[in-house]
C-alpha cells in the first residue's frame, strides 16, 4: 500500500508560504525523519485521520497530554458544557479552584499551585520565583533536558534543540545564558563540585523528574536524592520538571510513582520532597492548561502578595480546565496499570522485530514511559543518546508510517501510548513492525 499525500503536501507548500518550515512547533516539520508531515484532520480514541483519508495509530498523543485518546467522552461533554457557558472571562472561576485542588491532592509536598497556559510558562515562573526568593541568579540544568523554550533553559536543551542538533538558540542573549550551567545528567559528582566552587550564586537545580526529551533516560540510583541533598545544603532550590511525566507515570506522576516488584519497570522519586514542581500537557487534557507549585511559604512571594510579578490573560481559561479537570479524573487508578501493559506489548514486539533484523537497540523506560535508541548499551546521558543512528529511526519511522502508525518524527522523544489503544490498534502495530524493522536494517 501507498498512501496518498497529495493534500498534505499541498497544504505544506501554502503553510511553508505563510509560517516558517509550515510549522509552529519545530519537530512537526519531519526534520528529524525527513518527507512531508501529515496534516492531521481530525481523531478519535487511538486514532488520526489526516486530509488525505489515511488513518494512524497515534504514539504521539500530542507529545503527552492525550493520554485518553482522542475525543473522550468526558472530556468532550465537559468542553461543550464549558464553552456554552462563555470562553474568557479575566476574572476567578469555580473550576480554577477545582483543578489546583486536584493536581494538589494528586501530589503530596504540594500546598499550592498557580495556573499558567503552557509548561515553558511554568518553567520561566519556576525560575523567576526561585530567584526571587533566594537573592540569587544562576540557574543550574542538564543536558538533554528540556524545559520549555525559556530563554535561560534553552541551552543544549532536548526535544526540538536535540532532534536539529542545535547547541542552543540565537537570540538569547548572553546575560541570559550566562547565568545557566548546564552539566551531564545523572553525574552527581559534576553538581558537588559545581556547588562546592559556586553554592552561594545558584538560585536552582531545574531537572525533568525523568527525563524524556532526550528519549527516556531514568535518573540513576540516588541521582535526585543527591541533587535533593546538595541544593538543600546550598540553600538552593531544587525544581523538578513533570510537565511530561506528570499524572502519566503514575495518578500522581513521577513523584507518586511507586517503586517496587509492582511495577514492571524501575521508577519513582527518591530523595526528600522539591522545593517546586512544574506541570503541564496531562493536567490540560489537550487544552492550554499548565501550573507550577510548592510550598505555601515559597508560593506567597507571587504577586499580589510578593514581590514576584506573574500574570496571564488566559491563565485558568474556563474552557481549558474543564478539559483538564475531566482528563484527570478519569485517569483512574485503574488506568496506569492499562498503560503499562500496552506500553510493555508494545515494546517487546518493537524490540523482537529489531532484534530479528539484527537492527542494534536499546529500551528505556520510566515508569510506563519508553524510547527505543537505535543504539546497544545503556543510556545515561545525552552524550550516549547522541550516539544513535538517526537515519535507522528515520527509515523505521516511515515504514510505520506507512503501516498506519505515527511514531514521534524524532529519534529523541518519547512513544506515548494511550488508554484508549485497542485490539485494532494494536494489531496494526504490531503488523508494521517487522517491515519497519527491515526498512530500518536496510543501507
Ligand atoms: N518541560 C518538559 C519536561 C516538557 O516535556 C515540555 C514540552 N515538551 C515543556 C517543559 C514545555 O512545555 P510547553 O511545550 O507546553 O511549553
Same mark, same amino acid.
Given at each position: 500500500m501507498t498512501q496518498s499525500t497529495t493534500r498534505s503536501e499541498a497544504l505544506f507548500d501554502r503553510a511553508r508560504a505563510v509560517t516558517p518550515a509550515g %510549522?509552529? *512547533?519545530? !519537530? #512537526? +516539520?519531519?526534520? =528529524? %525523519?525527513g518527507g512531508v508531515p501529515r496534516f492531521i484532520e481530525r481523531a478519535e480514541g487511538p486514532w488520526l485521520t489526516d486530509v488525505d483519508g489515511n488513518r494512524y495509530v497515534d504514539l504521539i498523543c500530542s507529545w503527552g497530554p492525550m493520554i485518553l485518546g482522542h475525543a473522550h467522552p468526558d472530556v468532550l461533554a465537559a468542553v461543550t458544557d464549558a464553552a456554552t457557558r462563555g470562553f474568557s472571562f479575566g476574572t476567578p472561576t469555580e473550576n480554577e479552584v477545582a483543578l489546583a485542588a486536584e493536581v494538589i491532592d494528586r501530589v503530596e509536598p504540594l500546598e499550592q499551585v498557580r495556573l499558567v497556559s503552557s509548561g515553558t510558562e511554568a518553567t520561566m515562573s519556576a525560575l523567576r520565583l526561585a530567584r526571587g526568593v533566594t537573592g540569587r541568579s544562576v540557574i543550574v540544568k542538564f543536558a =538533554?533536558?528540556? @524545559? =520549555? @523554550? !525559556?530563554d535561560a533553559l534553552l541551552a543544549e536543551a532536548g526535544s526540538g534543540v536535540a532532534t536539529f542538533a542545535l547547541p542552543g538558540s540565537a537570540g538569547v542573549p548572553a546575560s541570559a545564558a550566562g547565568e545557566t550551567v548546564v552539566l551531564p545528567y545523572n553525574d552527581l559528582g559534576a553538581v558537588e563540585e559545581l556547588f562546592a566552587a559556586r553554592g552561594e550564586e545558584i538560585a536552582a537545580v531545574i531537572t525533568e523528574a525523568a527525563p524524556g526529551n532526550m528519549g527516556i533516560v531514568p535518573p540513576a540510583p540516588g541521582f535526585t536524592e543527591g541533587l535533593r541533598r546538595v541544593t538543600a545544603a546550598h540553600g538552593a532550590l531544587l525544581i523538578s520538571d513533570? %510537565?511530561?511525566?506528570?499524572? #502519566? *507515570?503514575s495518578r500522581s506522576g513521577w513523584y507518586g510513582l511507586e517503586t517496587g516488584p509492582e511495577g514492571a519497570h524501575p521508577g519513582g522519586y527518591e530523595g526528600g520532597a522539591p522545593d517546586l514542581f512544574t506541570f503541564g500537557k496531562v493536567m490540560g487534557g489537550g487544552f492550554p492548561a499548565a501550573a507550577f507549585g510548592g510550598r505555601a511559604d515559597l508560593m506567597a512571594r507571587l504577586a499580589p502578595e510578593g514581590p514576584v510579578y506573574q500574570a496571564g490573560t488566559? *491563565?485558568?481559561n474556563p474552557v481549558a480546565t474543564a478539559a483538564g479537570l475531566a482528563t484527570l479524573r478519569a485517569c483512574t487508578p485503574e488506568l496506569y496499570p492499562r498503560l503499562e501493559a500496552t506500553a510493555t506489548r508494545i515494546a517487546d514486539a518493537a524490540s523482537a522485530a529489531l532484534s530479528a533484523e539484527g537492527v542494534a537497540h536499546r529500551v528505556q523506560w520510566a515508569g510506563s514511559m519508553f524510547s527505543i535508541f537505535f543504539r546497544e548499551g545503556q543510556v545515561h546521558s545525552f552524550a550516549d543518546a547522541r550516539e544513535q543512528d538517526t537515519g535507522a529511526y528515520g527509515r523505521f519511522f516511515h515504514a510505520m508510517l506507512e503501516g498506519g502508525v505515527h511514531l514521534?518524527? *524524532? +529519534?529523541?522523544e518519547a512513544w506515548f501510548v494511550s488508554g484508549a489503544l485497542d485490539d485494532e490498534a494494536l494489531e496494526t502495530i504490531l503488523a508494521a513492525l517487522p517491515a519497519a524493522a527491515a526498512a530500518a536494517a536496510s543501507v
Open positions: %510549522v509552529n *512547533s519545530p !519537530v #512537526r +516539520a519531519f526534520g =528529524g %525523519v =538533554g533536558c528540556y @524545559h =520549555g @523554550h !525559556v513533570e %510537565v511530561m511525566t506528570g499524572f #502519566r *507515570s488566559l *491563565s485558568g514521534p518524527p *524524532s +529519534a529523541f
